[in-house]
């Protein structure tokens, strides 16, 4: 399995809801990643999960919670979104050693209205 | 912290034609890759080459690590190879994006 499974894949919230995006991989990856990515720019880095622990957070407002429960799953909580964080949110893993191959996942487009 | 720059930010080719994609970074890095975005967002890894030369099919990258910076060559283009390039470098534990190159392949 080298794949990085995320759901769901379009997602439409109001900026009181609470909500979740979710990411797996069973490729025994010990680092996973949360990016956000804007229209017509790069993938920007928002967290890094490594052994389960988070070990960056790149100065992310509150109102997004990372969540890693174990080595194959990362979770991003969504509470009180703004419109200007309608983006697409970028799972991704990587081995952590060697070769470290960041795999992605499909995606999960969210609009806050 | 480690900067990307990426050339040229839009590229449009007619079927069957060759280019080639720049990547140039700021410092020493232990590890590159391409990347290919498609229309629908999904992001694909092409190459992982921190040094040295890799061909897989039409596509081919070579990175020179002493002048900082990588190339991507795409042969024979077809319609399906556009969508946005990215090469993307370790800093650390984060992967640092370059803009990207937007290339349209017209049939």
């Known amino acids: 399995d080298t794949e990085v499974t995320q759901t769901p894949k379009h997602l439409v919230m109001g900026m009181t809801n609470k909500k979740s995006l979710k990411c797996e991989q069973h490729m025994g990856h010990r680092a996973m990643y949360w990016y956000k990515q804007k229209a017509k720019k790069p993938p920007e880095l928002m967290f890094v999960y490594s052994y389960e622990k988070l070990s960056i957070n790149e100065s992310v407002p509150s109102r997004f919670s990372p969540e890693c429960p174990n080595s194959s799953l990362l979770n991003l909580h969504l509470h009180a979104l703004q419109p200007e964080d309608s983006a697409l949110y970028l799972c991704?893993?990587?081995?952590?050693?060697?070769?470290?191959?960041?795999?992605f996942g499909a995606g999960s487009r969210l609009t806050v209205l | 912290g480690i900067q990307v720059e990426q050339s040229p930010p839009d590229l449009i080719l007619q079927e069957g034609a060759n280019s080639t994609l720049r990547c140039n970074f700021s410092d020493s890095v232990n590890n590159l890759q391409w990347f290919h975005q498609n229309p629908w967002g999904q992001l694909i890894n092409l190459f992982y080459?921190?040094?040295g030369t890799k061909q897989n099919g039409r596509l081919s990258a070579t990175t020179v690590a002493t002048e900082r910076y990588s190339l991507l060559y795409i042969s024979s283009s077809q319609t399906t190879d556009s969508g946005v390039y990215f090469c993307a470098v370790e800093d650390g534990q984060n992967f640092v994006f370059g803009p990207g190159t937007r290339l349209s392949v017209l049939p």
């Open positions: 080459i921190p040094s």
């Open positions: 991704a893993s990587s081995q952590q050693s060697g070769a470290n191959v960041l795999t």
